[in-house]
């Protein structure tokens, strides 16, 4: 019996579109998932077309700012208050930045910004799907975009029937 790899499952995605949440960027970043390192280095190949927003790309750097923070300066409580305090410790987050942006660009990702008419859609959303904020304008922008497929550990969006979701944990 023929044992499949990590690639051989990313295989039949290839082709498609996938819009990326930001806990996979977070994933990622950490190296906690080599399903996603797959899936960016497919990107890079052209074998399938990565996307996300701008809403989630600032998530993705908030995010990471906390996380480097805790580890790099020890602020385990209180971080974003200790961080405004130390307006020279923002500049220097400020490359990491940086390096998340170029990354998005490196693996080809495509993104999208949010307009006020996306927000409009929100309250059905909400009421359709029982999601709200930053995962009722992903599906907000999976439903313009005419996308199914999510790279996303949340479960919320398994409510929504039409999404397939990819978890970048099942690997």
């Known amino acids: 019996m023929k044992k499949f790899t990590m ?8 082709g498609r ?4 949440d930001s806990n ?6 950490t ?9 960016f280095q497919a990107s890079v190949e052209g074998r399938l077309k990565l996307l996300t927003t701008v809403r989630i790309l600032d998530e993705v750097i908030f995010k990471t700012c906390i996380l480097l923070a805790k580890m790099r300066y020890g ?4 971080t974003l208050n200790k961080l405004k305090k130390n307006p ?29 008419r996306d927000l409009e859609k929100l309250p059905n959303i909400m009421q359709n ?3 709200v904020g930053n995962d009722a304008l992903t599906v907000g922008i999976m439903q313009k975009m005419n996308l199914k497929y999510l790279l996303s550990a949340d479960k919320d969006f398994d409510a929504v029937p039409w ?8 690997f």
């Open 24 to 29: 996979a960027f977070i994933y990622f970043l």
């Open 88 to 116: 020279h410790l923002i500049s220097e987050l400020s490359e990491d930045c940086r390096k998340i942006i170029d990354m998005c660009q490196a693996f080809n990702f495509v993104v999208f910004d949010l307009s006020f």
């Open 17 to 20: 579109k996938i819009l990326v």
């Open 129 to 131: 799907y029982g999601l």
């Open 31 to 39: 190296g906690q998932s080599l399903l996603v390192k797959e899936f």
């Open 75 to 78: 602020f385990y409580k209180k």
């Open 7 to 14: 690639k051989d499952k990313i295989k039949c995605l290839y």
């Open 163 to 170: 999404i397939k979701r990819i978890d970048p944990l099942d």
